[in-house]
């Protein structure tokens, strides 16, 4: 048989229906509302490739080098090509058509969705990998299904799995087809604090259909229910601007405008909060189990969508934060012997390792203390290594305070002598809080975790209108950042991929080629985009100053700046070089031809509109679309925020503030110069009129606005965007959670305003 219905599926039928299909048949059998539909057989792909004789070429199509990135689009283009020209047998179309015209009248539209055996594991979720169509009737239902057995050898697809070290010729997939649930409304519903395992069931709602909370695209509604009572305790209402129906005229899934009236209204009433609670019992006593439930209701019925194990919960984990808590209350233990700027939070010890070269760099070992003058982006991996930084140059905004904080490395920077005073394998205690080192070494009670420690504490994330985004220096920190629960990156620096490399880009194709510079640039933002896909990831082209090249190999041919920072950087030196300005865009354009939607391009340093202009015809000679696209600008100097009426003509889809700069070239402060560092306020009323102004216009424009500079961690100028209604704040990954519950705060207080 070619299918089998969810009525007869079970959780034990993963390897012949998948592990999605295997879900909904157990919660069928279970007696739950979930939708009726079927499922096309993994035993059915497998036999479709194996009787038309295309499965060894297949599988020898897709065994290629998943870091290459050529090759990689190559071995998509040809699997789905076998597939898609491979005709699906008389006999399983019958079926399939057959089945179909069972459901309901035998023209309804059913969702289409793909379930593969490698799904929803323990160790590996492949969550995304494969395509689900929406508002599918019977004409088109067949390709449908090819088209998910296709999916499987995308892109995105075909690299994870060789990640994950899982063979291409043991993965099977399942089709499930299922009538669609036209949603009036729909979200998501944990059966238990997702943390803590506290009896709250957490509920995020939205209008229309379920898929614009799963990816994100929308601000639900979010509800705290007490799970014996059924209490709402909290009920936080967003404002939903969106909303995915379906369009009655053509039956498309399509995007549109909430309505005004439904804008900031409550989309669960206390009856329906009621019976998902209901449900939700139901479900987590059929597993036993907490569980994580995809939800629709229409025309007064709730029906389920899926349902999941909550992994997150860790009982001691409130313990342990306390005790943790407690022994930092010690940290002044020890004679204090030089003292900086805590950039980095948390206190590591270690033998303390002089790096004044390069090629000291290999003396580093694990646990050491990196104490070096300034960090360079070709530290990185022994800053990795390493349990602590020390720096005698630079401050809050330099490469080794951001880097360390992504890292989730304690760093002490801004110290002046320490490669001078403290002696190579000396034992050392930093304090990343406090900015103080100490002589000797202190116990530690437990391992540091970077990606444990940025996860939050409290998981059920903070829902607000205004997005929280995170930024990333390095692609080597996008798990942590990821961990943290983040709307999306706002920004990925591109310099510090290309300074990575030890040569600068001209010196790097002369030596390698333009393919392999531009493979580098593309798994460097994969990195990203796959770690937060489908939440977008801003990724800002080249900005790096004339002296950081300098001291790259190749670097003895850049021009030497009396302030660099005014200098040859940013948008003017890419418009400058268009030839080497094209390798970055055709990185751009690969990963938008890998599947990889979610990455925005963002220019920095522009002045005006032909400086946008200039780059938005570079951006379509190199077969990127501006207008399929996101992208947008930064607003660092008074002449953009003066300007970004002009830029948005230019269509940008949005701009974003780059505090630090802004700053500095407002006030005539030098941000590296610590004789003038306490000059450098970036919530100066000058700061702030340009700022607020530039949000104002915007809005007006219909242009998005953000910030990803040192300062969107404040609380004082998190008040002031979101009073302002910028669109999103990205900060350090340290402070995404505090920022989200400040943006959290301000808008309740805004919306108690408005009705007081």
């Known amino acids: 048989m070619a299918v089998a219905w969810l009525d007869d599926v079970r959780s034990a039928d993963i390897d012949r229906v998948g592990g999605k299909a295997a879900s909904l048949g157990e919660l069928t059998g279970a007696g739950l509302p979930v939708p009726s539909g079927f499922v096309v057989t993994a035993g059915t792909y497998r036999e479709f490739i194996e009787n038309a004789g295309i499965d060894e070429e297949l599988f020898s199509a897709v065994d290629v080098d998943h870091e290459d990135t050529t090759a990689l689009r190559e071995a998509h283009e040809r699997a789905h090509e076998l597939i898609m020209e491979t005709p699906v047998p008389d006999e ?46 019977e004409g088109a239902l067949v390709e449908r299904v ?105 039956g498309e899934t399509v995007e549109r405008e909430v309505p005004d009236e439904k804008r900031s209204a409550r ?105 070096t003058e300034m960090t360079m982006p070709d530290m990185v991996p022994a800053m990795k290594r390493a349990a602590g930084i020390v720096t005698d140059e630079g401050g809050m905004t330099s490469h080794a305070a951001i880097v360390s904080r992504e890292l989730g490395v304690p760093a002490v920077v801004g110290v002046g002598s320490a490669t001078r005073e403290l002696e190579d394998g000396q034992p050392i205690t930093i304090d990343g809080d406090k900015g103080t080192i100490r002589e000797g070494v202190e116990p530690e009670d437990e391992q540091h975790e970077p990606i444990e420690e940025a996860r939050p504490k409290t998981p059920v994330k903070p829902m607000t209108a205004t997005e929280v985004k995170v930024n990333v220096s390095i692609p080597e920190a996008a ?152 992208w947008g600008v930064m607003i660092e100097t008074p002449a953009a925020a003066l300007e970004v009426e002009s830029m948005a003509a230019e269509e940008i889809d949005f701009v974003s503030f780059g505090t630090n700069d802004l700053t500095q070239y407002t006030l005539a402060v030098d941000r590296n110069n610590g004789r003038v560092a306490d000059k450098f306020d970036e919530l100066h009323p000058a700061v702030l009129k340009l700022l607020g102004d530039t949000i104002e216009t915007c809005r007006e424009l219909d242009v998005k606005t953000s910030i990803c500079g040192q300062a969107a961690s404040k609380p004082r100028m998190v008040q002031f965007l979101v009073e302002r209604g910028i669109s999103s704040v990205s900060a350090n990954i340290d402070a995404v959670r505090d920022v989200q519950h400040e943006a959290k705060r301000v808008e309740q207080r805004l919306l108690l305003d408005s009705v007081r």
């Not at 943390?195 to 509800?223: C, F, H, K, M, R």
């Not at 998902?276 to 597993?287: A, K, N, P, Q, S």
């Not at 985009?529 to 082209?541: D, I, N, S």
């Open 146 to 250: 090819k088209e998910c057995w296709a999916s499987l050898f995308s892109q995105r697809a075909i690299y994870y799995r060789n990640r994950q070290g899982f063979p291409h010729d043991e993965v099977d997939i399942a089709v499930v087809v299922q009538e669609m649930v036209d949603a009036e409304k729909s979200g998501v519903l944990f059966t238990s604090h997702p943390s803590t395992g506290e009896p709250q069931i957490i509920i995020e709602a939205a209008w229309g259909l379920g898929e614009a909370v799963v990816s994100g695209s929308v601000s639900p509604d979010n509800y705290v229910v007490d799970r014996e009572s059924a209490e709402v305790q909290t009920a936080t209402v967003a404002d939903k601007k969106m909303m995915m129906i379906k369009d009655e005229a053509t």
């Open 267 to 371: 989309v669960l009433s206390d009856e329906e909060i009621g019976e998902l609670v209901e449900i939700g019992r139901r479900v987590e006593e059929h597993y036993g189990t907490p569980q994580d439930v995809e939800w629709a209701i229409y025309d007064g019925d709730v029906y389920m969508l899926q349902s999941r194990p909550i992994t997150t919960i860790d009982d001691e984990e409130a313990e342990e934060t306390a005790e943790a808590a407690t022994n930092g209350g010690d940290s002044d233990s020890g004679d204090v012997l030089l003292r900086g700027l805590g950039s980095s939070p948390g206190i590591a010890s270690g033998k303390a390792r002089i790096v004044t070269k390069l090629d000291h760099l290999d003396q580093v070992g694990d646990g050491d203390i990196i104490v």
């Open 92 to 137: 399983v179309r019958d079926e399939i058509l057959s089945a179909y015209g069972s459901l309901g009248d035998g023209e309804r539209f059913v969702a289409v969705r793909s379930s593969a055996t490698a799904e929803d594991l323990p160790d590996a979720s492949f969550a995304g990998q494969q395509e689900t169509f929406l508002n599918i009737q």
């Open 479 to 630: 798990e942590r950042a990821a961990a943290t629960g983040a709307d999306g990156v706002g920004l990925l620096r591109t310099e510090h991929m290309v300074l990575s490399l030890g040569k600068t880009p001209t010196k790097y194709i002369a030596d390698n080629g333009e393919r392999a510079y531009v493979d580098e640039l593309v798994d460097g933002i994969r990195t990203a985009a796959e770690e937060f896909y489908p939440r977008p990831v801003r990724v800002r082209t080249l900005d790096a100053p004339t002296d950081e090249f300098r001291q790259l190999e190749g670097g003895e041919d850049e021009p030497r700046e009396h302030n660099p920072m005014l200098g040859y950087r940013g948008i003017r030196r890419s418009l400058d070089n268009p030839g080497l300005f094209k390798h970055e865009l055709e990185a751009f354009r690969r990963l938008f031809d890998m599947g990889y939607d979610n990455v925005e391009i963002m220019f920095p340093l522009v002045n005006d509109a032909e400086d946008v202009s200039r780059a938005r015809e570079l951006m379509k000679q190199a077969g990127v679309d501006p207008e399929k696209r996101q």
